[in-house]
C-alpha cells in the first residue's frame, strides 16, 4: 500500500499493553501514513494497567513503526497523558527526531494550536478520586475482554457486534460533565488567543468551533484506538477526522510465536522493573510544562 503524504498526524489513548488496544489496527494505520509530524497525545503506554505477562509482539509492532517513521524523519512528538504520567519526570527528553513533552504549542501556517492530553481538566485523575480512577479503569479493561468474547459468540451465530464497553464509556463521559471538560479547555485556548486546542483523554472525537464574549476557538479531540479507531490529520490548510476502516486494509503480517521455538523473554524483569518502578504518585512527578515550535508548512 502506498503511503499518504499528510502534514500533522495526531493520535491518542492507544492505550498499549492493554487488552483494548487494537495494535493491528494502529499498526496498518502507521504504515499507509508519512507524516512529516507525528504527534502521540498522551495514554500511549499504559502503565496503569501494565503486567510483566501482556505485552504481545502486535504491542511491540506498534512502537517498531513509530521508531520506523521517526528514522525516515517524521519528527514524532510523545505527550504524556494519566496513564503514562510516570514518563512527565523525563519531559523536554530529546534525541534525533524524538521529543517527550507535556504539552505543545505551534504554529502551522499562521494558526497557533495548543496540544495536550487533557487530564489537567480532568479532576478525577487527582488526589483520593485517582485510585477510583484507576480501578475503573481496571473494570474498563475487563468488561472489554467479555465484550471480545460476547462478539465473538455473536459472529458465530451471524450476528452483528455489539459495544458495551463503549455504551459504558459514553455514560461516565456523561456523568463526568465532558461538555465541562471541553468548555474548560476552549475557554482557555480563547483567553490564550490560540486557534486550535486539541486534546485526547475522554476518548470522544470531536471537531467543532466554541464561542463566547472573548473570542472563539476550534476544539478538537483524537478520539481513541480501543473503540472509535479515529487520528487527527492536517493536510491542504486543514484539520480532518480519520476513521479506520478495517475492510480497506489488508491485514499487517504479525510474527508467530510458535510452541517449538525457544521461549523468549522480550520484556526481562529488569524492564518490567523499571516500567513498574514509573508508577509512582503523581505528587513526585516535577514535569515541566513549556514547549513551544514553529512548524509552517508551504
Known amino acids: 500500500m502506498e503511503r499518504r503524504s499528510v502534514d500533522v498526524v495526531v493520535m491518542s489513548d492507544l492505550h498499549l499493553g492493554t487488552y483494548g488496544c487494537q495494535a493491528k489496527e494502529i499498526v496498518n494505520y502507521l504504515k499507509s501514513i508519512s507524516p512529516q509530524i507525528l504527534i502521540l497525545n498522551g495514554d500511549v503506554i499504559d502503565v496503569w494497567q501494565f503486567r ?32 503514562d504520567e510516570a514518563m512527565r519526570r523525563y519531559s523536554d527528553i530529546e534525541f534525533g527526531n524524538f521529543q517527550l513533552v507535556d504539552k505543545v504549542v505551534m504554529e502551522i501556517n499562521g494558526k497557533m494550536c495548543w496540544i495536550f492530553h487533557g487530564d489537567v481538566f480532568d479532576a478525577t485523575t487527582k488526589g483520593s478520586a485517582k485510585m477510583l480512577a484507576k480501578l475503573g479503569s481496571s473494570g474498563y479493561n475487563l468488561l472489554i475482554r467479555i465484550n471480545r468474547f460476547m ?48 486534546c485526547g483523554h475522554i476518548h470522544e472525537p470531536q471537531m467543532r468551533t466554541v464561542e463566547n464574549k472573548s473570542g472563539k476557538v476550534i476544539y478538537l479531540n483524537s478520539g481513541d484506538w480501543v473503540e472509535h479507531l479515529t487520528a487527527l490529520e492536517f493536510y491542504n490548510n486543514d484539520w480532518h477526522m480519520y476513521e479506520h476502516d478495517e475492510k480497506k486494509f489488508i491485514k499487517t503480517p504479525v510474527i508467530k510465536m510458535e510452541k517449538n521455538l525457544p521461549k523468549l523473554n522480550v520484556i526481562t524483569d529488569d524492564v518490567a522493573m523499571f516500567i513498574s518502578s514509573l508508577a509512582q504518585p503523581a505528587e513526585m512527578i516535577n514535569s ?11
Open 52 to 83: 510483566k505477562h501482556y505485552f504481545p509482539i502486535e504491542h511491540i509492532q506498534v512502537i517498531k513503526e513509530v521508531m520506523s517513521l521517526a528514522a525516515k524523519g517524521t519528527r514524532v512528538i510523545y505527550v504524556t497523558g494519566n496513564h
Open 151 to 198: 462478539n465473538w459468540i455473536l459472529q458465530m451465530m451471524g450476528k452483528e457486534k455489539m459495544s458495551l464497553s463503549k455504551n459504558v464509556m459514553n455514560r461516565v463521559n456523561k456523568a463526568v460533565s465532558v461538555n465541562k471538560f471541553e468548555q474548560t479547555a476552549a475557554e482557555i485556548a480563547i483567553e490564550k488567543k490560540y486557534d486550535y486546542v486539541i
Open 288 to 298: 515541566k510544562v513549556a514547549f513551544t515550535s514553529i512548524f509552517p508548512f508551504n
